[in-house]
């Protein structure tokens, strides 16, 4: 809880790498919290964030030590995920709420045993899946759930990226981890699919591979058919090695009365009308000339990892001061870790996995 009296949470961000100094923006620009510290083993690169965003901010190279002398409400944890199980349950120790970066653990059991360790605490862990607060996947939710365009059927969605793990500006841990597109990458667009078509997976079927000039020690290339609980079928292709140094993101939504197409990573999508006569009018293969002519949905401006990660920071510190009950939790994050583990299974028999099978093998329950 905040002090009393008070709606302005001091948070203590552990990890200032790549995606911690975004969060020590974020912490520093809310208009109802404060960075009251900065934990990396890096003492210069947490410095570096200090000096730039939070002057104020204490500054530790143990996080043990920062519990103890840095006065704080809740803590953001942005490091490797080998750490996060020890992190977190040092955090709850002290009382403290916990918004983890994703994935929670590379490990199902400290998944599980931190979700029981929150519960038992009484206290909220919410995981980093911030690309659900980007404009373009609220809308897309917002289709999904109040069917202005009928109901939802299927839907394509292809990410091609040439990342260059040797970049300095990119955390450099994922270069020798297993199954690093699939665990840092597309976690995200598995949680999208699960978060904006509001339905969970029943069944999938998944490939991975690695390109012979990939950068990654492991596969980076990623294909999943997913069938989703309520019939809604879904083709994803992921990859961190491709051919071509432009980034190509499209994802393709279709409903009974048109299409909603994503055509960049965090912006530019439009909307389709679907005219059923066209089809019996003019040429078999419509070019843009003939076909519907898509209409841009009106989006509020984003900066990329920025913005997003503010709207999970508010709906954290709401959590934090009790006043609204968190959607992106551990036990929701669980679910597209369950995801992960049937694409790994599928990956290893070469069939169809059910997410029930998973779930019970697991956790011992298919509730």
Known sequence: MCPTGSDHARILLAGAGVRGAKWARVIAEAPDATLAGIVDLDEARARRARNEHAPDASVERDFASALTHIAADAVVIATPPDSH????????????DVLCEKPLS??????????ARADEAGRHLLVGMNFRYLPTSQ????YARSRELGALSYGHFTYHRQRDGNRHDLSDYVMTMAHPMLLEQSIHHFDLLRYCYDAEVE??????????????????????????ENGVRANYLGTWTAAWNRMDFRWRTEFEDGALIQREQFEDLVRVDFDRGLGLRGSNFKGDAEAETPVAEALAPCTAFIDDTRELLAEFLSAVRGEAEPVTTARDHLKTLLVVQAC??????????????????????GS
């Open 344 to 365: 790994i299974e599928s990956l290893q028999s070469g069939a169809w996995v059910r997410l029930r099978d998973v779930q019970e093998g697991l956790t011992g329950t």
């Open 106 to 115: 590379d490990e199902m059991d400290e998944v599980l045993d931190l979700i």
């Open 203 to 228: 069944s999938l079927v998944c490939d991975t591979w690695r390109p012979s000039w990939s950068t990654y020690e492991d596969d980076c290339c990623v294909s999943v058919l997913f069938r989703f």
């Open 139 to 142: 809308r897309i939710r917002h």
């Open 85 to 96: 199980h020890s992190l977190v349950s040092q955090a709850f120790a002290r009382g403290l």
